[in-house]
C-alpha cells in the first residue's frame, strides 16, 4: 500500500518561500506521475502543479507559474513544490497525490492516492 507524506507547511509573510516534500512509500514512484493540490478555507480543491514520472514535463495552474516550482526525485521516492512570491490567496491545506502513470492530467479523479495535506499560510 502506497503512502504519501507531506511535510514542510508552515506560516509565512507575503513575499516569502516555502519548500513543501511529499516522500512515497514502496518501490513504485517512478512509475507515476505525480501533483500538487490545494484547499483554502470555504473552497474547492484545485489543481496547483504535476510532474511527470520521469521528472521532464511540469505543467502549472495560471494563478503560480513563475512563482512555483514542481520536482522529483525518483532515486529518494520525493516530490517537491518550491513556493516563492507567496501571497495570502495562497493559503490552503496543500496535498500530493499520485496521477497516472502517462503524461500529465488535471483531473482530481484521476489521482488515486493522496496525502494527508500540510497546511501552508501566508501573512499579509
Known amino acids: 500500500q502506497v503512502q504519501l507524506v507531506e511535510s514542510g507547511g508552515g506560516l509565512v509573510q507575503a513575499g516569502g518561500s516555502l519548500t513543501l516534500s511529499c516522500a512515497a512509500s514502496g518501490r513504485t514512484f517512478s512509475t507515476y506521475s505525480m501533483g500538487w493540490f490545494r484547499q483554502a478555507p470555504g473552497k474547492e480543491r484545485e489543481f496547483v502543479a504535476a510532474i511527470t514520472r520521469a521528472g521532464d514535463s511540469t505543467y502549472y495552474v495560471d494563478s503560480v507559474k513563475g512563482r512555483f516550482t514542481i520536482s522529483r526525485d525518483n532515486a529518494k521516492n520525493t516530490l517537491y513544490l518550491q513556493m516563492t512570491s507567496l501571497k495570502p490567496e495562497d493559503t490552503a491545506v496543500y496535498s500530493c497525490?499520485?496521477?497516472?502513470?502517462?503524461?500529465?492530467?488535471?483531473?482530481?479523479?484521476?489521482?488515486?492516492?493522496w496525502g494527508q495535506g500540510t497546511q501552508v499560510t501566508v501573512s499579509s
Open positions: 497525490a499520485r496521477g497516472p502513470t502517462y503524461g500529465i492530467l488535471t483531473t482530481q479523479r484521476l489521482y488515486d492516492v
